[in-house]
């Protein structure tokens, strides 16, 4: 009976052993951008399956942009292709919406009651609503900043230290780094990929995309005229050659650009590229209108597409973890994007104190009162909508096309693509 005993206790140990000890949810995560994200969703989810051992994250092959994720997400949208959980660019949020592919989170909020603890403000989660309806929880969020090779600025007379606050100084000194020669040129705009940084400068002159009640385009008036003729005036005055935007990205690491407009969301990898080659500094973005200009906020945000009840449960937990706190404290360091969390920025735990010691990314935290939501057209072209501008944006540059030509073809074109009521 003693033996017997004790072989029952080894087997009962040994049973337990392998069996489980909770009921293990998988989620399937979908994500854009591996350039900028891959090391932050692993670090965010490494540590999250460490706090929840009963949730287990995996990921689906990234999306190299926001226009491939959102299209990807469209295609796989009610098949067993189709990931738990989003992250999808602020601007295609209405795509989503629009085809009720992403799960409603506005009563899970209410039904959380406590949020702004949590660090969501009401301006916070707004960035990822469409029409009042929570669709999914800010994640990265950007504004356009100034990159600026101080050595080049310095050699063509200018003070490293007072960097430009006009476009007029930009293209100035951009022209006079160009006259530097040895294969040198004065600006990198990036205008291609996506309608944001062309949004930057019809923005910060006050203008916006469509009328009000979205039924015409507005991008063709003064301020989109204004915007157009700067982006010639780079090109003219200012030594913007027709750069790729991998080539530009290249040329400015090499030192062979004095300055680079783009998102802060890249400065990490711009640190890393440019390493010791010279004095790499930030600067805010000049705006046409300093007193109604704003700036688009770029960036991502987490949406959950699962319809299971139980997954639903986890994804939320996920989704929560990833926008919260510690998900900031690793997205800022990890990439460059401003805090999304205002816990995160407040918190001498999370990011307290790296701003202050690490001035490259403050240009884009002092920049945060003047964002507004990146624009989402309307309808179904979206994305065809977007490539219309880019298309006649690159007309401009390459010289094929003047710049009011070019802006009231793309006006013609989007007016062609809106949904009318």
Partial sequence: MKHFTKFLAAATLSMAAALPAYAETTLTVHYPMPGFFKDVMDTVSKKFMEENPDIKIQFAAPSATYEDGIQLILRQAG??????????????????????VAVDLTPIVQKEGNMAEQGFSDTILKLAQVNGKQVGLAFATSNPIMYYNADLVKAAGGDPDNPPKTWDEVIALGGKIKALGNGVD????????????F???LFGAGGSMLSPDEQKVAFNGPEGQKAVDLIARMVKEGGMPVFTKPAGEQAFAAGKVGFEFQTTGALVNTIKNVGKKFDLRTAKIPLIDPEKGHLPTGGNAVVILTHDTAKQEAAWKFAKFAAGPYGASVVVPGTGYVPNNELAAKSAEYLGDFYKKNPLFQAGLSQMPLMVPWY???GSNGVKVTQTIVDNLSRIVDGSAEPKEALDDAAADVEGMLPRS
């Fill in 79 to 100: 098949t067993s292709e189709m990931p738990d959980l989003t992250f999808i660019g602020l601007n295609r949020l209405r795509m989503l919406d629009a085809r009720n």
């Fill in 186 to 197: 004065g600006i990198d705009f990036r205008w291609q990929g996506d309608d944001w940084m």
């Fill in 199 to 201: 949004s930057a400068l």
């Fill in 376 to 378: 989402a057209f309307p």
